[in-house]
């Protein structure tokens, strides 16, 4: 049984899937900016919950938003000198290319903020035409005295939120902790039309109104990492009970932990943001993924390069081990640790610890119960969205394969005559029953893109993609 932490309840609870459809809403990314390691990470650990629902044979409906107007985008597109869709396209494809590069799945629906505009309004509408809202001079506010419910998914204390609150001179809200649930425009500021006045939509109604109108009233899983449950999720939640006061809304909320620093926090204000497109391009995606896939999801997890070595080395161990493989569920054993572990609240860290201590017993089985074994880990690996290829985004340039062959005391001169040489020297270690170093090579090999193909009596080939 699916076992899930619950931000709500604050408990490990039993989900009850009900395999027909289950409704996912992923908060996604504000595009202002580059994506960075700690959006890897929401998208990456989420990732891993959607493929093994569809493991579990769940029809999923997964929705994640594109937030594609908002102060910070219309600011930075400003200094820019540009419009904010120009900003918001770009950031998007970034945001796209990482996801890719990280084989993330793609979602059914992606909605952006802009395209819901209608939708939006209305759900207002609603939330004023039962008296939690109100209007004032500079917008629309949400009236959080009127939510009697309010800060119970954070579980924050009023005092600490309004103390925590910037107070504008220009406010004209009746109490601090209220949000804005549309925004009036200031001069030279895009904005649409509205009953109340041109503006733009608050950030926390885009996702109340979006769910409501792709996936309906009530939904299975809502996620996101856990900065965004005070105040996004907390105020999502007050829109959307106070629209609809007799639906749950959220069954569960699922939120990942952050990405640590020596210990800090990595965000904007600490300057100490790490672009995940750097590391990606040096160390592909598979290691960005086995990196995340060690911590599990919801612990804060720290970040260095170091991390990624020692992720690069383990899992190029498992990559080693499972390289002549076929996926297959063939060892049953290891099946059940694997949903094991996935239904303890999707304890990815204890899977690879297991996974481990079976490919180390392994080395003593005999042939056929060895090759089970790596079939089902690979088995495992592909249902978790790795895919054993060698980081193909990266261009390999001459100096990185001269650098290669180098290694092997090669001197590269061109790729026909260096990989002869190469594969005499592995062919002398095979015969010498080296066979560890022997895969060794060949693994590392795929590094500049080569692949080497399986010997037969007219020797080893290889070819280059
Ligand atoms: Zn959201």
Same mark, same amino acid.
């Given at each position: 049984?699916l076992n899930?932490?619950n931000?709500y309840t604050?408990?490990?609870?039993e989900?009850?899937?009900s395999?027909?459809?289950?409704?996912?809403?992923l908060?996604?990314p504000?595009?202002?900016s580059?994506?960075?390691?700690g959006?890897?990470?929401?998208?990456?650990?989420?990732?891993?919950f959607?493929?093994?629902?569809?493991?579990?044979?769940?029809?999923?409906?997964?929705?994640?938003?594109i937030?594609d107007?908002?102060d910070?985008?219309?600011?930075?597109?400003?200094?820019?000198?540009?419009?904010?869709?120009?900003?918001?396209?770009?950031?998007?494809?970034?945001?796209?290319?990482?996801?890719?590069?990280?084989?993330?799945?793609?979602? $059914?629906i =992606?909605?952006?903020?802009t395209e819901?505009i209608?939708?939006i309004? /209305?759900y207002?509408? *609603?939330?004023?035409? !039962?008296?939690?809202g109100?209007?004032s001079?500079?917008?629309?506010?949400?009236?959080?005295?009127?939510?009697?419910?309010?800060?119970?998914l954070?579980?924050?204390k009023?005092?600490?939120?309004?103390?925590?609150?910037r107070?504008?001179?220009?406010d004209d809200?009746?109490a601090p902790?209220?949000?804005?649930?549309?925004?009036f425009a200031?001069e030279?500021?895009?904005?649409?039309?509205s009953?109340?006045?041109k503006?733009?939509?608050?950030?926390?109604?885009?996702?109340s109104?979006?769910?409501?109108?792709?996936l309906?009233?009530?939904?299975?899983?809502?996620?996101?990492?856990n900065d965004?449950i005070?105040p996004?999720h907390?105020?999502?939640l007050?829109q959307s009970?106070?629209?609809?006061p $007799?639906n =749950?809304?959220?069954?569960?909320?699922?939120?990942?932990g952050?990405? /640590?620093?020596?210990? *800090?926090?990595?965000s !904007?204000?600490e300057?100490n943001?790490?672009i995940?497109?750097?590391?990606?391009d040096?160390?592909?995606?598979?290691?960005?993924?086995f990196?995340?896939?060690?911590?599990q999801y919801r612990?804060?997890?720290e970040?260095?390069?170091?991390?990624?070595i020692?992720?690069k080395?383990t899992?190029?161990?498992?990559?080693?081990?499972?390289i002549?493989?076929?996926?297959?569920?063939?060892?049953?054993?290891?099946?059940?640790?694997?949903e094991e572990c996935m239904?303890?609240d999707?304890?990815?860290?204890?899977?690879i610890?297991?996974?481990?201590?079976?490919?180390?017993?392994?080395?003593?089985?005999?042939?056929?119960?060895?090759d089970?074994?790596?079939?089902t880990?690979k088995?495992?690996?592909?249902?978790l969205?790795?895919?054993?290829?060698k980081?193909?985004t990266?261009?390999?340039?001459?100096?990185d394969?001269?650098?290669?062959f180098n290694?092997?005391?090669?001197?590269?001169?061109?790729v026909?005559?260096?990989?002869?040489?190469?594969?005499k020297i592995?062919?002398?270690h095979?015969?010498?029953?080296n066979?560890?170093i022997?895969?060794?090579?060949?693994t590392?090999?795929l590094?500049?893109g080569?692949?080497i193909?399986?010997?037969?009596?007219?020797?080893?080939?290889w070819?280059n993609?």
């Open positions: 049984m899930l932490y931000s604050n408990s490990l609870r989900v009850e899937l395999k027909d459809e289950v409704k996912i809403y908060c996604g504000t595009v202002q580059s994506p960075h390691i959006h890897g990470r929401s998208s990456v650990v989420f990732d891993f959607i493929r093994y629902l569809k493991y579990l044979d769940c029809n999923v409906q997964f929705v994640r938003n937030t107007i908002d910070k985008i219309i600011i930075k597109s400003a200094q820019q000198n540009i419009e904010f869709q120009e900003l918001a396209k770009k950031v998007a494809a970034e945001f796209k290319d990482a996801y890719d590069s990280l084989n993330c799945l793609t979602p $059914d =992606e909605p952006k903020a819901y209608d939708e309004l /209305n207002i509408k *609603k939330i004023l035409d !039962k008296d939690m109100y209007v001079e500079s917008g629309v506010y949400f009236d959080t005295a009127a939510f009697s419910d309010y800060l119970k954070s579980g924050r009023l005092d600490e939120v309004i103390s925590g609150t107070v504008d001179i220009l809200k009746k902790e209220d949000f804005a649930l549309w925004k200031k030279g500021e895009p904005y649409w039309e009953v109340w006045g503006g733009r939509p608050g950030w926390h109604i885009e996702c109104a979006m769910i409501n109108a792709i309906g009233k009530d939904i299975d899983f809502h996620c996101g990492g965004l005070f996004h907390e105020n999502e007050a009970k106070a629209a609809y $007799d =749950e809304f959220v069954k569960h909320w699922l939120h990942n952050m990405i /640590n620093l020596s210990g *800090k926090k990595m !904007k204000s300057g943001i790490k995940l497109k750097d590391y990606i040096q160390y592909g995606g598979d290691v960005l993924r990196y995340f896939l060690r911590a612990s804060p997890q970040f260095s390069e170091e991390l990624l020692e992720s080395t899992y190029k161990k498992i990559s080693d081990f499972v002549d493989s076929k996926p297959q569920p063939k060892n049953d054993e290891l099946l059940s640790l694997f239904n303890d999707l304890n990815t860290p204890k899977l610890g297991e996974i481990f201590t079976q490919m180390n017993n392994a080395t003593n089985l005999e042939n056929g119960m060895l089970d074994i790596k079939a880990v088995y495992i690996f592909e249902i969205g790795f895919t054993f290829k980081n193909v990266k261009k390999v340039s001459i100096e394969t001269e650098k290669f290694q092997y005391e090669i001197i590269f001169d061109s026909e005559q260096a990989m002869s040489e190469f594969l592995r062919e002398k095979r015969v010498e029953k066979y560890q022997a895969d060794e090579m060949r590392n090999v590094e500049i080569i692949k193909e399986d010997g037969n009596k007219d020797g080893w080939s070819n993609n």
